[in-house]
């Protein structure tokens, strides 16, 4: 299995406040990513890095920033929570080209936005 | 544009029967990745298979097979003698060498019942 740990896994918070959730992979991989998960939705891309200081947005990026400032670590953050954001977010990593390496996933955190 | 369709919402089937969870691609690209994510209750996602768009060859792993056909864009998943483990959200994605992304579909549900 890929060596990727998510943290915090399950987080309650209150409409407005900032939530930060963390990805940390043990691969060295060049690329991460966050998608998040909502029913009828499959996952959607939110943002993606392709190194260090480097990322860019995906397909539902509005409301989300990033940061990158070390191979292994990836941040996704909600500057202010909205209940339209409560989600499972998972983080992927891969080696190279996003879309054609495979792209392995974390355990996912759920977030529940009141 | 890119498109992935996993027209099958929920399927449920009864241990040891085959099962086929199709999945139906867009792209005008000629280089492409095809791949399929398992989901078990757990809810991690699971690399399943990884298909590139010059390999037609059907693909078999114990009791998964894939069938890849380009003339009718489909890249179809089966798999025969299910068992209840086999319960999952399965997913279809495609990668495009043109979007630099992965779309997933939006998930087909199997439940395998005893």
């Known amino acids: 299995d890929a060596g990727i740990t998510q943290s915090p896994r399950h987080k309650v918070t209150e409409t407005g406040t900032p939530v930060t959730l963390r990805c940390h992979q043990t691969?060295?991989?060049?690329?991460m990513y966050w998608y998040r998960q909502d029913p009828g939705h499959g996952l959607r891309l939110i943002h993606y890095?392709?190194?260090?200081?480097?990322?860019d947005k995906g397909e539902v990026s509005d409301g989300y920033s990033v940061s990158r400032s070390k191979t292994e670590d990836f941040l996704l953050t909600l500057e202010s929570a909205t209940s339209s954001q409560t989600s499972v977010y998972f983080c992927?990593?891969?080696?190279?080209?996003?879309?054609?390496?495979?792209?392995?996933f974390g355990p996912g955190t759920r977030l529940t936005v009141l | 544009a890119q498109k992935v369709t996993q027209a099958q919402t929920e399927i449920s089937v009864v241990e040891k029967e085959d099962v086929t969870l199709d999945c139906v691609y867009e792209?005008?690209?000629?280089?492409?990745?095809l791949f399929w994510y398992k989901q078990p209750p757990s809810g991690e996602l699971v690399f399943l298979i990884r298909r590139n768009s010059f390999d037609e060859q059907n693909e078999i792993s114990g009791r998964y097979s894939w069938n890849f056909q380009k003339s009718t864009s489909s890249f179809n998943f089966t798999i025969t003698a299910s068992q209840v483990v086999d319960s999952a959200v399965y997913f279809c994605?495609?990668?495009?060498?043109?979007?630099?992304?992965?779309?997933f579909g939006q998930g087909t549900t199997l439940q395998v019942k005893p």
């Open positions: 994605a495609l990668g495009s060498s043109n979007t630099g992304k992965l779309i």
């Open positions: 890095s392709y190194g260090v200081k480097d990322t």
């Open positions: 792209t005008r690209d000629t280089t492409y990745y």
């Open positions: 691969e060295n991989h060049r690329y």
């Open positions: 992927a990593i891969s080696p190279g080209d996003p879309a054609l390496d495979t792209q392995y």
